[in-house]
């Protein structure tokens, strides 16, 4: 729930930077783009409305299984959720955006030497909301479900 919590947020974040931050030609609509991208290397039609509908989709299970593997590794480690926070934050930029990740060797986003600094900021920023939404749901979803009530409430007796 976390992650599906955080991916929204992302979303909502990135679409304010787009339009506040990035010049004209740049966006944030990173997922559909993706999808075009290995529909294309794949040799298979695209259509932006299977683009849309196909980044809808992965941004959401990407965010769930961001969110699952964050709620493992939270139960699992002795990390603070900052901290935690930071790893998981530098695995998805790694494996999305980095010289290596999935965006840039399709082609979804620029190779980092290439990319405007807008962008990487923007990029980067975006990563950010995810993680830290993440951080800030996963630790209101789990007080909530061990007090039964809301997040600030006192356990009951």
Known sequence: MAGLIAATVQSAIGWVIQRAFLPPGYDNNIAPRLVN????????????????????LFHYVYGIGWGALF??????????????????????????FSRVGVGTRTGAEQHPDRRPAVKQASLIAIVLAYVVSLVVA????????????????????
Do not use: F
């Open 138 to 157: 996963y630790d209101r979803l789990d007080r909530r479900g061990r007090t039964g009530g809301p997040p600030d409430e006192e356990p009951r007796a």
């Open 71 to 96: 709620g493992l590794a939270r139960r699992a480690a002795p990390l603070p959720p900052p901290a935690l926070g930071t790893v998981v934050a530098g695995l998805i930029y790694l494996l999305a």
């Open 37 to 56: 991208r290995a529909l294309r290397q794949l040799g298979q039609p695209s259509h932006p409305a299977v683009d849309w509908i196909g980044g809808v």
